[in-house]
């Protein structure tokens, strides 16, 4: 399969991961208490009317269509039906599992989803691929599923969802599952938070009353504070070896977080002793951006501008969001004059199988020697 002839991975597609099959996946303990409850009970979601009820609806597109809530074979038919060849999955309702106090049901769930996935749904062959979703609120857990884990084909990352993560993800507590991810050479995922949560604290965006505005900002500014905090508490220098990915923020804000941290670095670099270098001089080596929801420009000389301060054209790789409301078609990357057929092609496939560590097409991740 090929889209005008470009091959196309998709970095950033969601699951919706059924929890009442998850359910036999866990410690006895939560089976019971995970099987047949609902999603939302067990993990708050965000405020306001996210499927816009009362719309006409497009069938292809309705709730129950999300990949994962019907039939076998629905993923593959969506990947033809959007010209991808490959596909990494992070979960759907596990985006939200920063919104519960219980630090037991997140270990269980993220036990619980990768086990389903690879029992269930991960085809290297296929190019459908997942990712190890660690719970920020036990490392020390998270770093065992990385290695109970990491040796399968299908695994091509280790996950972060960000969402109310507390302390931020460049506290010295988070060091097992960036020792466990550098030690599989799997490269370190960012997926940003939802908007606004029914929990307090748990989301940048608390206050807004409408999904409109907590959308549009929570998920952006989710990953400015991750990024600030892996960069300042010296990640990439404690983590050599560590490739960093930053999901679902778009792209625009990028270029602005290098010069606005070299800037305040230059200024109070004491505080960041571990630093060896400027903050975008380690963004422009080991710092990589899904591209959803790409920013659109009427001038398209400023969404050039970004790829030039960022170094885009091997750092920004194509993602879909697929199938949530907002999602991105790799057509987008026909709607881009300046990238030439070369950096087309590194942007909807080549900068993710080198990240990622997939085989040449997209299909089956090298073998490690």
Not at 269 to 291: I, N, Q, T, V
């Amino acid at each position: 399969m090929a889209l005008k002839g470009f091959k196309v991975v998709d970095t950033d597609a969601h699951y919706l991961e059924p929890i009442d099959q998850l359910a036999d996946y866990v410690d006895d303990v939560w089976k019971s208490r995970i099987k047949g409850v609902s999603p939302t009970r067990l993990l708050p979601m965000t405020l306001g009317d996210r499927m816009m009820e009362g719309r006409i609806r497009r069938e292809d597109m309705d709730y129950n269509y999300q990949i994962g809530a019907n039939k076998d074979g629905e993923i593959r038919a969506a990947m033809n039906r959007l010209n991808i060849d490959a596909s990494i999955f992070v979960p759907n309702h596990l985006i939200a599992m920063g919104h519960t106090p219980v630090r037991d049901l997140v270990v269980a769930l993220c036990n619980g989803y990768i086990d389903y996935m690879l029992d269930k749904v991960v085809d290297p062959d296929a190019g459908i691929y997942t990712m190890v979703i660690v719970p920020w609120q036990d490392p020390e857990e998270g770093a065992k599923i990385i290695d109970r884990t990491a040796h399968h084909p299908g695994v091509v990352g280790v996950c972060f969802m960000c969402s109310g993560a507390n302390p931020p993800l460049g506290d010295i507590r988070y060091d097992p599952v960036y020792q466990a991810a550098e030690r599989h050479d799997l490269p370190m995922v960012f997926h940003s938070a939802p908007g606004l949560t029914l929990v307090e604290g748990a989301s940048p965006a608390d206050g807004f009353q409408r999904l409109i505005e907590s959308h549009s900002i929570g998920f952006a500014v989710s990953n400015m504070v991750q990024l600030t905090s892996l960069l300042m508490q010296g990640i990439p220098e404690r983590y050599p070896k560590l490739k960093f990915v930053f999901q679902e923020s778009g792209l625009f804000w990028v270029p602005m977080m290098m010069y606005r941290l070299d800037e305040y670095y230059l200024k109070r670099r004491l505080e960041a002793p571990l630093l060896k270098a400027l903050p975008s001089e380690y963004m422009l080596d080991r710092f990589y951006f899904g591209s959803q929801p790409i920013e659109m420009p009427k001038q398209m000389r400023h969404l050039q501008a970004v790829f030039d301060m960022a170094n885009g054209y091997d750092h920004f790789m194509y993602a879909s969001d697929y199938p949530h409301f907002d999602y991105d078609d790799p057509s987008v990357a026909f709607r881009m004059p300046f990238l030439d057929n070369e950096a087309r092609a590194k942007f909807l496939a080549g900068n993710a199988m080198k990240i990622f560590n997939l085989r040449k097409g997209g299909v089956k991740r090298w073998e490690n020697t």
